[in-house]
């Protein structure tokens, strides 16, 4: 593994010291600057070249979101944001990443904790570690999001008219880093009359799951919305997995679901897991099932889909390499042998729609 150049962006010098500190202890990682707000980290990036970039989103003289627009725009390079657990800040961090964040991680309520916490430490290094591994020509955005933004009362009149909870068809998405606008792109492109229910699972820590179901749901002709334990299943909605639960799907009877949120151990590494939501799809009675997963560090997912492709026959879909911001789990999905289709990510709402018949 090569050295990871890092530049840290934040205008308390206690956390450019505390982080410089705990990133300079990896022997992978070297931070070559240190800076305390937007104007500098463009000096910066003018006359030295990094491979990832931490940055505080609230910052005078040039905030996280105006440089993050301008580093993308002038050397798009991976971002990770560092965000508070407000709802403000989790609004923030959902907008950083619509506009090419790599990732980003919530501040320790108690800033010490960067220092003392192994878990914080051994987080912060696997997330430079994992924006490193980004494609920067995958992170760059081609127009405002806010273009696609559709009208509430348009919004509200084609949802209502078109939910109900007979269920005879399921789609299922997975992702990762990258995954928000990755979700962006294919919910603000299904068909207006979605005949199912999309469950997803974003990886994502609890408090900021919500905000994005909010802000997908502004862009989208389908509802979207933070699933809720024992809810039932309607179709035309997307249901996002909160982000300390796994999502899994129960039966009810026929042609009728719930959702049941599980606080139980990781799986596959992960709570929200994409495998613990496959599996739990392998055990309703309907064959009518499209799995997919999208852009991701590491392989959930992967066990579960060859399991739904075996059991249920399900569709499976995998986004193609060339669209992900990283390859890892569609990747692993694809090694089991078992992905029907593999798509660039502009053409994944495309194919849903088509394959059920809107």
């Known amino acids: 593994m090569q050295i990871i150049k890092v530049l840290i962006v934040d205008d308390s010098a206690l956390i450019r010291k505390m982080l410089k500190d705990l990133l300079g202890s990896d022997s992978y990682i070297k931070v070559v600057g240190t800076v305390k707000n937007g104007k500098e980290a463009l000096d910066f990036l003018k006359v030295n070249s990094v491979d990832v970039i931490t940055m505080d989103i609230e910052m005078p003289v040039m905030d996280g979101i105006s440089t993050l627009k301008e580093i993308m725009r002038l050397r798009p390079t991976p971002v990770v944001m560092l965000s508070s657990f407000t709802k403000e800040g989790a609004e923030m961090t959902i907008k950083a990443l619509e506009l090419g964040a790599a990732d980003f991680l919530p501040k320790p309520t108690n800033i010490f904790n960067l220092g003392s916490s192994y878990e914080i430490k051994e987080t912060i290094i696997g997330k430079v570690k994992d924006a490193s591994k980004v494609k920067a020509n995958n992170i760059i955005v081609t127009g405002p999001v806010e273009n696609k933004a559709i009208s509430r009362s348009e919004t509200n009149i ?201």
């Open 158 to 358: 084609k949802k209502a008219d078109i939910q109900d909870s007979n269920i005879r068809k399921i789609v299922a998405i997975g992702t990762s880093t990258g995954g928000p606008r990755a979700l962006q792109e294919v919910l603000c492109n299904l068909s207006e009359n979605f005949p199912a229910p999309i469950f997803i699972v974003q990886h994502m820590p609890k408090g900021f799951t919500k905000s994005l179901a909010e802000r997908l749901d502004t862009l989208s002709k389908v509802k979207v919305k933070e699933a809720e334990d024992g809810e039932i299943v309607k179709n035309s909605t997307a249901y996002i997995a909160p982000g300390d639960r796994h999502l899994k799907i129960e039966f009810l009877s026929k042609n009728k679901y719930r959702i049941k949120l599980d606080d139980g151990p990781n799986v596959s590494g992960h709570k929200p897991s994409v495998d613990a939501m496959f599996y739990s799809l392998c055990e309703i009675p309907t064959d009518d099932i499209i799995a997919v997963i999208m852009t991701g560090m590491g392989t959930d997912g992967a066990s579960a889909m060859k399991q739904l492709k075996l059991v249920k026959q399900s569709t499976n879909i995998a986004e193609d390499e060339s669209t992900c911001v990283v390859f890892g789990m569609p990747k692993s999905a694809i090694a089991t042998g078992e992905v029907d289709r593999i798509l660039p990510l502009t053409k994944i709402a495309t194919e849903l729609n088509k394959l059920l018949g809107v």
